[in-house]
């Protein structure tokens, strides 16, 4: 109980600070990659996952698609209480516009700040089919603070939410008939949660996986390491690119013949900054090029709002690294 306690102070503390503080303390709402499209590419049925939690979107996919077990793992503890509260929503049996309503903060039904948002009534409904110590995180909130304070961007959660539009074409389980079969089959959802970073990520396994998913985990590893004061801007990218793909090659040993490890999801690559070390096409291309590493370009999110046609050539496209072991 004690962690759970810090668990909860943290939470305050996070949604009374808001802006000031860290940008891995904020939670995802939603999903803001296009999961649906990237996980047609593989066959997940019956396979073993390794995923970043996040917003839990990526784990309801997974599982949607066959995923026989799972276990995420994010840097951020908080997430865990908000997977629990995802499911424990679909759980109740709430409809899909209900389900909607209660966790779409932006843009919701074309107007933002959706009054209906975490509604005290409606998480009274889903609490009864919440873990015991997800339920004390959750009440003890609700005392503190008002649905909307608990859910407005920039407190636990961050301002990067999808639109409804979007969501419904780059999510899997977001629309009606899907939301639907996953309610079905979601009380056989079980996943081990490992609270950690990439870089100690190995530590904490014991098993192989057929498919891991790293997110955009990679564009962040200008951050994750330290520069080097004797060393020039693009001489300290170079060393910093070259030791995330240690770690990713290292967990690539987690991964069964055949495997296959999403190792980065880029944003609209083509237009990005090319001050981020993996976001320079010629950096990249210099150091992942062996057989192993593909390049998978899928449509991007900012895609389905354009009125372009999207072609092979469009730039807006995402970008995914791919490992096959």
């Known amino acids: 109980m ?28 939603f999903c803001n990659e296009n999961i649906k499209d990237l996980l047609s590419y593989f066959t997940l049925k019956d396979k073993k996952c ?13 599982f949607l698609n066959g995923a026989r077990s799972i276990t995420a793992f994010d840097i951020n503890k908080l997430t865990i209480y908000y997977y629990n509260l995802k499911k424990a929503a679909i759980m109740a049996g709430l409809s899909f516009e209900d389900y909607k309503r209660f966790f779409c903060f932006e843009e919701y039904i074309e107007h933002y ?12 409904i889903i609490k009864k089919y919440l873990d015991k110590k997800s339920n004390i995180f959750w009440l003890e909130l ?12 920039f407190g636990l959660f961050t301002y990067d939410e999808p639109s409804n539009e979007i969501l ?29 970073n990439i870089k100690s990520l190995p530590v904490y396994l014991d098993s192989k996986y057929d ?52 190792a980065g999801y880029l944003y609209a690559q083509k237009n990005s900054d090319k001050n981020n070390a993996i976001l320079d096409k010629k950096l990249r291309n210099e150091i992942f090029n062996e057989e192993n590493y593909l390049n998978l370009y899928l449509r991007s999110i900012q895609s389905f709002t354009s009125k372009e046609i999207f072609e092979s050539t ?11 072991k």
């Open 211 to 262: 498919f891991m998913y790293f997110s955009n985990i990679i564009q962040y590893c200008d951050l994750m390491f330290d520069n080097y004061d004797n060393l020039d801007k693009e001489a300290n990218k170079k060393i910093k690119l070259l030791k995330m793909k240690s770690i990713l090659n290292y967990l690539a040993n987690y991964l069964n013949k055949n495997g296959y490890m999403v």
């Open 113 to 124: 700040s959706n009054k209906d948002v975490f509604d005290y009534d409606t998480f009274k």
């Open 50 to 62: 390794l995923s970043v939690l996040a917003s839990s979107d990526q784990i309801f996919d997974m």
């Open 2 to 29: 004690n962690d759970l306690r810090t668990d909860i102070n943290l939470a305050k503390q996070h949604i009374t600070r808001g802006y000031n503080q860290d940008l891995f303390d904020y939670i995802y709402p």
């Open 168 to 196: 419904h074409q780059t999510v899997g389980y977001f629309n009606e008939s899907a939301y639907k079969e996953l309610q079905t089959m979601i009380n056989k959802l079980d996943i081990d949660f490992i609270n950690t």
């Open 142 to 153: 609700y005392k503190c603070f008002s649905a909307k304070e608990i859910r407005i961007p």
């Open 314 to 324: 469009n730039l807006k496209q995402d970008m995914c690294l791919i490992y096959k």
